[in-house]
Structures are given as structure tokens and as C-alpha cells.
């Protein structure tokens, strides 16, 4: 087996260690017509995860699987990633240094330095986080802990799809896509079992042209989910798990995100931020469509964003 591929044994193996600081995030089984789509859904709820989404997962892997040097670890992310770093590395009393990029949320921001962590922006695209946060590595000696491409990473959001197989049969995933790690974990856990489905803003195709290239390339990353779903290319290390694994891609539009997160609130008072949305959107957007019987899960990855405002009165 290359080493750029996971196992399913690893993944579990991985869940023993990682299980006593993670959630077990719930499912719920939905009539799909509460969406608009003529089919039975089941939902994972992982934006009720620590940190507000799975990249939790692959944190506390990264940092319960490897040794940490004193000089801590060090994170480029959109938001997320950067938030489930610093509550891993809060929980686990290891120093953080977070970079992100200046289009990271609010609440993002906010999370991560809520958490404890040294917070810097740097530059406006993720890629842009990634480049200072190599420049740190080199100069200070902390770990790195990478957003999608690591094989740490790769296993603790793999435990996803253990959970989920464990709390309901599906036939179909729909599963969010930026830099890869999360669907290559889930691929890797179901090995063909089921039909998988990556789900991409069309304004961030990262998957899409790297499947038509053959290879990881730069694509396009802008659009409204672009802090958790535009990394510039998915990474080299996901790309043969997703090739073997993962049956196609569907992109979705910025106004089938913004309907999706409206639909969560409407019917479950559930808030996704648009990341977290965007695999429901290839259904309500009817850009995947199920066959008679096919029993869909969608996996809501993500409830990090600013848009609720609790007041007093």
C-alpha cells in the first residue's frame, strides 16, 4: 500500500486514542421532503463537535500521535482548522501558534484566540497563511500540523465515517470538499462500500479540476464558502484516496449554499455556516438527485459563523 494511503484499521486504531476528547456527534434521520428532495435523509451533526466542526479530529491525532516539540505546533487555516489546533492544543496544555488569512470569519478569529492560542493574519487566501506559517516552522522549530494533507489528519477525520457507519446505514455520502482530508478519511474508511459524493463550490472547484487534470492543481478560490472550501489545490497526499475511492464531484453555486443554511434553520434550527451547508446544497439545488430508495447521509461539517446574535431584549 503507498504511503499516502489510510487504512481502515488505522482509522480505528486512531478513534481508541483520540475517542476520550472528541464527541461522538449525533445523527438524525429526516423526511427529505422538510428540504424539497424526494427521499429519506440522515444527517451527521458534526458541527457540534469541539471547536464547532470535525477538524478536532485530526488535531488531537496529530498531537496525541506525535511527539511535540517545546517550541508547540503551528496551524494554517481558514478558521477552522485553526480553531480545533488551538482547543486541542488548549485541552492538551501545548503552545499554539495560529496563521490565517484575512477573509477568516470573525467568529473564527475570536474562537481561536478564545482558546489561547498566538493568533496572526496573514495575507488574504489561505495558501498566503500557509507560506508565513512555513516561514515560522523553519525559524522556530514548532510541529506543523497541516489542514488536509497529513496523515494524521487524514486518520482522525476518518473516524467520522467510523461513527457514522456505526449509527446508520446509508447508500450515499455527500461530503464537503476543500483541501481533501475529510472526504479522503471517509473514503478510506468505507473502501467502496458506499457511493461517496464530493461536494464543491463552483467558485472553488479544487477537486473537480484536479480530476480532470489527473493530478492536484491550482484552481479557483473565491466564493462565499471560501474561509473553509478554497484551499487553491487539494493536496498530494488525499488525491490517490480520493481518485480510488470517491465516485464524483457536483459543484454547487453561492445562492444553493445560502438556501441550504436558510433550509437547516427553517426546518431543524440547525446553524450550518456555509461550508457546513454545502453538501445539503447539491441536494436541495437538485445538482445530485437520488434514485428510488437511496438512502442519502449528508454530513453538516461545520456551525462556525457570526450571522446569530443573541440580545437581551
Known amino acids: ?151 494524521e489528519t487524514m486518520l482522525g477525520q476518518g473516524t467520522v465515517g467510523l461513527e457514522f457507519d456505526d449509527q446508520a446505514q446509508i447508500d450515499t455520502l455527500m461530503v464537503a470538499v476543500g483541501g481533501g482530508g475529510l472526504i479522503a478519511g471517509l473514503a478510506a474508511w468505507y473502501e467502496g462500500r458506499i457511493k461517496i459524493v464530493a461536494v464543491e463550490p463552483e467558485k472553488a472547484p479544487t477537486l473537480t479540476r484536479a480530476l480532470e487534470a489527473g493530478r492536484p492543481v491550482d484552481a479557483e478560490a473565491g466564493g462565499i464558502a471560501a474561509e473553509s472550501l478554497a484551499p487553491r489545490r487539494v493536496g498530494e497526499l488525499v488525491f490517490p484516496i480520493i481518485r480510488r475511492f470517491v465516485d464524483k464531484t457536483v459543484l454547487v453555486s453561492d445562492d444553493a449554499i445560502l438556501d441550504a443554511q436558510r433550509r437547516l434553520w427553517t426546518a431543524l434550527r440547525v446553524v450550518a455556516e456555509p461550508g457546513g451547508a454545502a453538501a445539503l446544497a447539491a441536494l436541495t439545488s437538485r445538482k445530485y438527485v437520488p434514485t428510488l430508495g437511496e438512502r442519502v447521509g449528508v454530513l453538516i461539517c461545520g456551525g462556525n459563523t457570526a450571522v446569530v446574535n443573541f440580545k437581551s431584549h
Open 1 to 151: 500500500m503507498s504511503k499516502s494511503l489510510i487504512s481502515a484499521a488505522e482509522i480505528r486504531s486512531t478513534y481508541a486514542i483520540i475517542a476520550p476528547h472528541i464527541r461522538r456527534t449525533p445523527v438524525i434521520e429526516v423526511d427529505g421532503s422538510d428540504f424539497g428532495i424526494d427521499a429519506p435523509l440522515v444527517l451527521k451533526l458534526e458541527l457540534l463537535q469541539h471547536a464547532g466542526s470535525f477538524k478536532a479530529r485530526g488535531a488531537f491525532t496529530s498531537l496525541l500521535k506525535r511527539q511535540v516539540p517545546r517550541a508547540g505546533v503551528v496551524a494554517a487555516s481558514g478558521g477552522n482548522h485553526g480553531a480545533a489546533v488551538a482547543f486541542a492544543a488548549m485541552k492538551l496544555k501545548v503552545p499554539a501558534k495560529i496563521f490565517v488569512p484575512s477573509i477568516a470569519s470573525p467568529a473564527k478569529i475570536q474562537q481561536i484566540t478564545d482558546y489561547g492560542a498566538q493568533l496572526e493574519i496573514s495575507g488574504e487566501r489561505y495558501a498566503d497563511a500557509l507560506a508565513a506559517s512555513e516561514a515560522w516552522i523553519a525559524a522556530s522549530g514548532a510541529m506543523p500540523i497541516h489542514a488536509f494533507d497529513q496523515h
